[in-house]
């Protein structure tokens, strides 16, 4: 079993319809979790970042953190065609200080 | 967040022969990371690059193959030596920011060994 599993997809929505994205991991010592986007061709960006277990909103963008069942979720609302991307969940002991595990990546494509 | 310059973006490379890849950063920050995204595959950490020590490298990865070097706070480079097709990927190097919770990466060097 992967420390991080993530369903690479590709998933594919309409425009204005809201995103979910998930991610599930095994380590118990996972503290920090992270959001990326990636553009082709591009490093990865960061979204969001939680700390523990909570929900974090920013703007369209809300991260989830469930650590009891550990898992993670990025819903995106109003999704626009500028959203089409990968997005990467990573995850840490001590956040990026401590270097991060990542998911594959899930691909979205969001229909006009 | 920190600006991070990578150079080369991209090279093809033949087989047998090595590649510096650099990494600056507008900023000094104590740690430096460089982590591999292969096709298909998850971001993987190759090695933690501390100023003013040895590179602490993760499992399945070693020093010889992976040379990294910290000379400041703000550069790094990493070697890929004696590249083989297997080692054609996406190299980047990432800097942890904002009370080291915080990782920001720059735009990769995409490496193809022929």
């Known amino acids: 079993q992967k420390e991080v599993e993530q369903d690479p997809g590709p998933l594919s929505v309409p425009e204005g319809a809201i995103v979910s994205l998930n991610c599930t991991y095994s380590?118990?010592?996972?503290?920090?979790f992270m959001w990326y986007r990636q553009y082709s061709r591009k490093g990865p960006e960061l979204l969001m970042y939680?700390?523990?277990?909570g929900n974090k909103e920013d703007g369209r963008f809300t991260a989830q953190v469930d650590k009891s069942s550990k898992y993670i979720s990025l819903f995106i609302r109003d999704s626009q065609p500028s959203d089409s991307a990968t997005y990467l969940c990573?995850?840490?002991?001590?956040?990026?200080?401590?270097?991060?595990?990542f998911g594959k990546g899930t691909h979205l494509i969001i229909q006009p | 967040s920190a600006v991070i310059s990578q150079k080369p973006s991209r090279d093809i490379c033949q087989r047998g022969t090595s590649l510096t890849i650099q990494c600056q950063v507008d900023s000094q920050v104590t740690m430096m990371f460089w982590y591999r995204q292969q096709p298909g595959q998850s971001l993987t950490l190759i090695a933690t690059?501390?100023?003013?020590?040895?590179?602490?490298?993760e499992s399945g990865f070693v020093i010889d193959k992976f040379p990294i070097s910290r000379p400041n706070l703000t550069f790094s480079t990493l070697t890929v030596s004696n590249m083989s097709p297997e080692d054609s990927s996406i190299y980047l190097c990432s800097v942890a920011a904002r009370g080291g919770t915080e990782a920001f990466f720059g735009q990769g060097t995409r490496l193809t060994v022929v």
């Open positions: 380590n118990s010592a996972f503290q920090y």
């Open positions: 939680t700390y523990s277990s």
């Open positions: 990573a995850m840490g002991p001590g956040g990026g200080a401590d270097g991060l595990t």
């Open positions: 690059a501390n100023q003013g020590s040895e590179a602490t490298y």
